[in-house]
């Protein structure tokens, strides 16, 4: 098993609708949770953390649930410009080294149509 | 922008061959780590490094090698070049050691 999994999409949406991306993680160990944002050929851009109080920025919703491993993004009203493959993406303490180390998904692309 | 730069930005080797990559950490970060993106997949963790020293590594073999300087600029050196090398490469640096990292633009690394 994977240890991040994603939607496999692709997701094609028209303007304005809403588009629910889905994770979970497998390593309970995992201590911080974020959504980054990659356009074609570009490098990948942090979105947001995610917290397990929830936490919202504009459009986009966050949400985290500890107990089912479970990480989700919510995009409301969604903009030809949020075109783009989202990767879901945890941080764990790796034991031995010290150091913080991001596991990422594999990614699902949403194409936002006219 | 994030200020993380990476060169060169393009680069076609042939099987065998050694290449080094080269990353700028934004100003004030002291940690880098590097990753490798396939086609269609998500970034893999290859290292970290922290004040000079590999602080961390994925499940890469050891052709794959890397330094940090004391600017906290770093270098990521793969021997051996096999046809599966060809990814993007992308340098990650972060404030303390690999929490909240901010990317690179990539080196597109070509193996024929």
């Known amino acids: 098993r994977k240890e991040v999994e994603q939607d496999p999409g692709p997701f094609n949406v028209p303007e304005g609708a809403t588009v629910a991306f889905n994770c979970t993680y497998s390593?309970?160990?995992?201590?911080?949770f974020f959504w980054y944002r990659q356009d074609c050929r570009k490098e990948p851009k942090l979105l947001m953390s995610v917290y397990s109080s929830g936490n919202e920025d504009g459009r986009f919703t966050a949400q985290l649930n500890r107990a089912s491993q479970y990480i989700s993004l919510l995009i409301r009203d969604s903009k030809l410009s949020d075109s783009a493959t989202y990767l879901c993406v945890v941080n764990r303490l790796k034991s031995g080294a010290g150091s913080y180390q991001l596991t990422f998904g594999k990614g699902t692309k949403l194409s936002v149509i006219p | 922008e994030t200020g993380v730069t990476q060169s060169p930005t393009h680069l076609i080797k042939t099987r065998g061959q050694q290449v080094t990559l080269r990353c700028s950490s934004q100003?004030?970060?002291?940690?880098v780590s590097w990753y490798q993106q396939a086609l269609g997949q998500g970034p893999q963790f290859i290292f970290q490094y922290y004040r000079e020293e590999e602080n961390g590594r994925g499940n890469f073999p050891p052709r794959f090698s890397g330094l940090q300087f004391p600017n906290y600029s770093s270098e990521l050196n793969v021997n051996a070049l096999e046809l599966d090398d060809s990814a993007l490469y992308l340098c990650?640096?972060?404030?303390?050691?690999?929490?909240?990292?901010?990317f690179g633009p990539g080196t597109r690394l070509t193996v024929t």
């Open positions: 390593n309970s160990a995992s201590q911080s």
């Open positions: 990650a640096s972060s404030l303390r050691d690999g929490y909240e990292q901010y």
């Open positions: 100003s004030g970060h002291n940690t």
